[in-house]
């Protein structure tokens, strides 16, 4: 299986994963049919404008929905900026290496989209991240898929959700395979999700100390060098 297909199988999983949600009887790839029905052409002529100013949009998209979708589901409350006393998910430690790039995605088709009278305030931005995700799988060079929607925008946005939430770098196989479980993945979608990472990168922080002297004994001696 190539990286691509991998990308995409993640992709399916956590649209599978959405389904244990209250919301989950609304999804349907025509959800916008009568309410905005070129909401996915625009999303994707948006994606393919910013596609084209920089590779980076397709990691970026890709990483900031991972994020969402585990904090507390795919409600784009990872998007949502602090305010007052309290600090968002976006301004946690874990969320903060997050790429620009990938919050200006979603916003720009989120203003393509409300450009247009009938779509104006009628299309969530969980809705447009999802659709923007799977349209920068496309523009990177994988296969299309069809995204079930009708998911709502997430009224609360605070950095303690994330705590425990995401995986962690220093993560041995049984902390990861029990993260994923808990969000109704099994080994299989954790390596296809790990995949994704091929076409972004990882920061030197994060795993530099288990390449140096001494390297990690847990750690292919070849895989290291």
């Known amino acids: 299986m190539d990286r691509f297909s991998l990308v995409l199988v993640w992709s ?3 649209s599978l994963c959405m389904f244990s949600t209250p919301t989950s009887a609304q999804l349907k790839t025509n959800f916008y ?3 905005c029905p070129n909401v996915e052409s625009i999303v994707k002529s948006a994606v393919t404008k910013k596609f084209q100013q920089t590779f980076v949009t397709v990691p970026a998209t890709i990483r900031l ?4 979708c585990f904090v507390q589901g795919c409600d784009a409350s990872v998007i949502v900026a602090s305010s007052g006393s309290n600090k968002a998910e976006k301004d946690h430690p874990d ?11 979603v916003i720009k088709a989120k203003a393509a989209v409300d450009a247009v009278a009938q779509c104006r305030n009628k299309v969530s931005c969980a809705d447009i991240l ?27 946005s605070t950095s ?3 705590n425990g939430k995401l995986p962690q770098p220093t993560f041995n196989v049984d902390q990861l395979t029990s ?3 808990a969000n109704g993945l099994d080994q ?14 990882s920061h030197c922080s994060k795993f530099a100390s288990r390449i140096q002297n001494p390297v990690d004994p847990t750690m292919s001696k070849t895989y290291a060098a």
């Not at 929905?65 to 969402?68: G, I, Q, R, S």
């Not at 969320?95 to 995605?105: K, P, Q, R, V």
Request: net charge negative.
């Open 179 to 181: 993260m994923f479980r």
């Open 188 to 201: 299989t979608d954790m390596v296809a999700l790990s995949g994704a990472h091929t076409v972004g990168f």
């Open 160 to 162: 303690s959700s994330v």
């Open 130 to 156: 999802a659709l923007a995700t799977r349209d920068a799988i496309v523009l990177s060079g994988g296969p299309s898929y069809p995204v079930e929607l009708g998911r709502l925008d997430g009224l609360r």
């Open 33 to 35: 049919a009568n309410i």
């Open 12 to 14: 399916l999983c956590l």
């Open 65 to 68: 929905f991972f994020h969402d």
């Open 95 to 105: 969320n903060l290496s997050l790429a620009g790039d990938g919050f200006d995605t």
